[in-house]
């Protein structure tokens, strides 16, 4: 539950070495970046419709929600839909390095692309 001093530097230095030794990336801190540079310097266009709330009284009427896939209910939990607004589609604010956890990524983002080309 809890722990102090003189025990807590064993799991510091723990953690210190894992950090220090992990392989490095700023792809995540440049994605991010990326994505506000664009919202900073345009009128951000509308969410699209299917990914706008659409659970109140009315939201069907506005178009709101229809058409939804869940991705939950598709394999690899990933369904081909519009995620951006229509002007910023095709757009890629990550892109993965080629070290550690993020080799795994780019290669799960290639199949699903690949699967999105079938």
Known sequence: ERLGMPEARIVL????????????????????DKALELVRSDKTP?????????????????????GY????????HYVDQQYLPDPYVG????QPDDQGYEKEINAYLKKIRQQ???
Do not use: T, W
Request: proline share 7%; charged share 20%.
């Open 69 to 76: 896939k869940y991705a939950h209910d598709y394999p690899d």
């Open 91 to 94: 757009m890629r604010f990550y």
């Open 46 to 66: 509308p969410v699209p419709a299917h990914l706008q709330d659409s659970h109140y009284k009315g939201s069907a009427k506005l178009g709101r929600g229809i």
């Open 13 to 32: 230095a723990q953690a210190a070495a894992y950090v220090a030794c992990a392989p490095k990336s700023n792809s995540a801190i440049m994605a991010v």
């Open 116 to 118: 999105e080309e079938n």
